[in-house]
């Protein structure tokens, strides 16, 4: 469903990575690895359309993100999630969850949200205002979009994991998972080790690219 062809990717007077051809299918994981500056959150910015490259384009279904027809359709078929995770202090986890989805294009009716949440283990708190929650509990209210999103086949996602404890990794491993065995596919960075069969998850380390262009390994 996802490719790039030619892809490089520049900072000042430095190139990140070039030649980059990847493709990604329905019921597939990817992960980008790399060092700290190796190019992983400007290549998912690059993958959601947020960031043009320097070189080389990325398709959805075969069309070029950049015509706006492509980009429009690839929008509605796309969850993206950066590092940051965009609440609004002064809303509560539930309000923030439904501006996200409102702001996605998501349905933001009550019982959805409510059911985000509760599978989230956030029930307790989602009244509370963003201000009083943990990085932990923050991470995870926005991560509950994910569940508002199961129809959309491509999430991209950087560094899910961060902030999380060890039982509410487990949880999100298994949304990943369970996405891509319903057909779905994932992109996504982390430092984390994961309880994910290895079957499902292809691996790019922007570290160590073959000479003749980025192959998932």
Not at 73 to 89: S, T
Not at 159 to 166: R, S, Y
Request: aromatic share 4%; net charge neutral; with cysteine.
């Amino acid at each position: 469903m996802l490719e790039t062809l030619g892809v490089a990717c520049s900072r000042g007077d430095r190139t990140l990575f070039s030649q980059l051809d990847l493709s990604l299918g329905g019921g597939r994981l990817l992960r980008v690895m790399g060092a700290n500056g190796s190019g992983k959150t400007s290549l998912l910015r690059i993958l959601c359309g947020l960031r043009s490259p320097n070189a080389g384009e990325v398709r959805w279904r075969g069309a070029s993100i950049a015509s706006s027809e492509a980009r429009e359709e690839f929008h509605r078929e796309l969850v993206y999630i950066g590092h940051l995770n965009g609440l609004k202090d002064e809303f509560s986890a539930m309000e923030n969850l439904a501006a996200s989805a409102v702001l996605a294009g998501m349905a933001s009716d009550p019982v959805p949200l409510r059911r985000a949440l509760e599978r989230m283990d956030l029930a307790h708190i989602a009244g509370l205002p963003a201000r009083h929650l943990s990085q932990g509990q923050r991470r995870r209210v926005a991560l509950a979009r994910l569940l508002l999103a199961a129809d959309r086949p491509l999430w991209i996602l950087d560094e899910p994991f961060n902030a999380l404890d060890a039982k509410a990794v487990a949880l999100v491993e298994q949304v990943l998972a369970g996405h891509a065995a319903a057909g779905g596919a994932v992109v996504f960075t982390t430092h984390f080790e994961l309880d994910i069969p290895a079957a499902r998850i292809d691996r790019l380390d922007l570290d160590h690219l073959d000479a003749g262009g980025g192959q998932p390994c």
